[in-house]
């Protein structure tokens, strides 16, 4: 079981990025998937799930009207869609699952290695 991570890079603010999370060994059909950041010196911060069964959606406030998350069964994969990217969004980015619940911050469920994310001018 793995999630990938990938999409990440250097962006100017008020630019777009779109990262991609590919799951190998399950099927993202059964499993909820959540997207996270982390941010030098600041604690793990939940931004946006997608459940499994509906594919009803959360996000954070930080990130509510600028990201947007989907998933391609057929690719096994869930995109987040990152908009006007502003410096505070520098972080690296994670997707985590821990089955059909949107994972949280401690969950002790499968993680991705994180993908770098940098909005810079």
């Known amino acids: 079981v793995q999630l990938v991570e990938s999409g990440g890079g250097s962006v100017q603010p008020g630019g777009s990025l779109r990262l991609s999370c590919t799951a190998s060994?399950?099927?993202?059909?059964?499993?909820?998937i959540g997207w996270f950041r982390q941010a030098p010196g600041n604690e793990r911060e939940g931004l946006s799930c997608i459940h499994y069964d509906d594919e009803s959606t959360e996000y954070a406030d930080s990130v509510k009207d600028r990201f947007t998350v989907s998933r391609d069964i057929a690719k096994n994969t869930v995109y987040l869609q990152m908009n006007s990217l502003k410096p505070e969004d520098t972080a690296v980015y994670y997707c985590?699952?821990?089955?059909?619940?949107?994972?949280?911050?401690?969950?002790?469920?499968?993680w991705g290695q994180g993908t770098q994310v940098t909005v810079s001018s």
């Open positions: 985590a699952t821990d089955g059909g619940l949107c994972p949280t911050t401690t969950s002790q469920g499968y």
């Open positions: 060994g399950f099927s993202l059909r059964y499993y909820t």
